[in-house]
């Protein structure tokens, strides 16, 4: 996994301790949340990055290390659980745990604190110190955007199975999608076929996918498989989505690939080959021809996630460059003398306060509106956020020398993950195009 450096985050100082305007008004417990979660995140996972990396990096790191599930417990019993339920899909949970035997106290936990997405911005950039920690406070993708179809559009019979123990954290899922041989960012490019068989009542499913996130890990017991009941049609009702359980006999995994030379174990991004792989009539999720509904669904939240966490990473990296030129000397004076190095560490405090702006507003958007209303603020925030971090990290690798592109710093995949989020959850050139359209809209053009 990607790691994360000797040195943790100054979390004294840190920007969420003063009631900014930029960063909006809080309630007085989601206040106290945050300062919960900074607390456990300083005493409790920043401590043992260094034991989950050397694990990440050994022969065993496609097993789960047991300080990450000790974390978790933890996390459960301090209430700093479920972070990411916005206060809307919070009822629909609710109401489907009502309907089962949990306890009350177990339906409060799993319900979440009901936060904002605008308060949630806080606690998620906090968690993006870290790459460990998301999962740790059972905040992390795929799992919350599987969570979100599987309580909006799931059956009561598929909640059970699969949206209790997601919402417990007792596995993790997947999300098979994108194709290798077509354009996947355009969804109607799927060639993945679905075909319902009536003489055993079931489907199916036949495809090569690929950047399926969280297939390679030994807890995952469920994907998310997209493709075509129908060829024919309306293009965007030929695709569904159905429920695959996993591991199974008739899926080969390919191989986990790497994102500029990281394997993220063990997490991973698996190439799979379904092959005739069959599963019950039941496991379609809202129906035949309602994949591309679902999945826009899915999508803008989770988007907004990412680049929530990409702040923090922004963070991190500005707090080690602070650190570096305290310490080093060129040409006889520190390094926070020289002035380039000074503007240089200007323009990374511009842009990534630039950024929270635009995460924040799309965030309130969401809350305000919902989801389908703020598409275009939630697409600014996801064009914006990664080239934002992106030129952040750049300058301050540029700071480190050689340090900064080796693996004694996180600087370099910290990098590779605010890259990788211009292509994941849609491309740049999508999400502009959705932007332009909404601005024509409004022009009435």
Known sequence: LRLMGDRGPCFDDYVFHSDTIYMGKSSIEATHLLDKLMTFMRAKVLPVESVLIEHAASDERWSIHPVQEELKVEAKRQGLWNLWIAPDLAEIIDSFLRSIPVSDEERILLGGPRLTNASYAKCAEVMGHSVWASEIFNCSAPD??????????????????????????DMRSCFAMTEENVASSDATNIQSSICFDQRSNEYILNGLKWWISGACDPRCRVAIFMGKTTFNGPVHKQQSMVLVPMPNDNIVNIKPLTVFGYDDAPHGHAEMNFKNVRVPKENIILGEGRGFEIAQGRLGPGRLHHCMRLLGMGER??????DRIQERKSFGKMFYEHQLIRADLARCRIDLDAARLVVHNAATALDAVGSKAARSAISIAKVHTPSAVLGVVDRIIQIFGGAGVSDKFPLASIWSAARTLRLADGPDNVHLETIAKMEIRKASL
């Open 317 to 322: 990296a500005i707090s080690l460059c602070l």
């Open 144 to 169: 919350t955007g599987n969570m979100e179809v599987l309580a909006r559009y799931g059956s009561i019979t598929q909640q059970k199975k699969w949206l209790l123990p997601l919402l417990r954290g």
